[in-house]
Nanobody
Framework: QVQLVESGGGLVQAGGSLRLACAAS????????VGWFRQAPGKEYEFVAT????????VYADSVKGRFTMSRDNAKNTVYLPMNSLKPDDTAVYYC?????????????????WGQGTQVTVSS
């Protein structure tokens, strides 16, 4: 069993930065693919970024490419999502998810564990 706890959300002005973190329990987390998703009010979940177990592969949604950079520190069982040049459209609850596979995926249905989410609000 893996538990995920997101942190780092908050209120920021457009153009600002935040760094999200996702801390995991469970010694097998280092072997799992991890993803970030977000959900804005009244909208569907949206894929943001994903990384494989060894951090050799990362994939980003077009909407965040060049602004967000996903990384992981397996020794700390933590995944990070620094977010730069934030826009009001980035406002959402951000969720970390892990899957019992070493590979990455952008498909929400392929993740087995989810965190509670952290709110990111970008003001214009």
């Amino acid at each position: 069993q893996v538990q995920l706890v997101e942190s780092g959300g908050g209120l920021v002005q457009a153009g600002g930065s935040l760094r999200l973190a996702c801390a995991a329990s469970g010694r097998t987390f280092s072997m799992y693919g991890v993803g970030w998703f977000r959900q804005a009010p009244g909208k569907e979940y949206e894929f943001v970024a994903t990384i494989n177990w060894s951090a050799t592969y990362t994939v980003y949604a077009d909407s965040v490419k060049g602004r967000f950079t996903m990384s992981r520190d397996n020794a700390k069982n933590t995944v990070y999502l620094p977010m730069n040049s934030l826009k009001p459209d980035d406002t959402a609850v951000y969720y970390c998810a892990a899957r019992t596979s070493a590979a990455y995926t952008f498909r929400r249905s392929e993740y087995d564990y989810w965190g509670q989410g952290t709110q990111v609000t970008v003001s214009s």
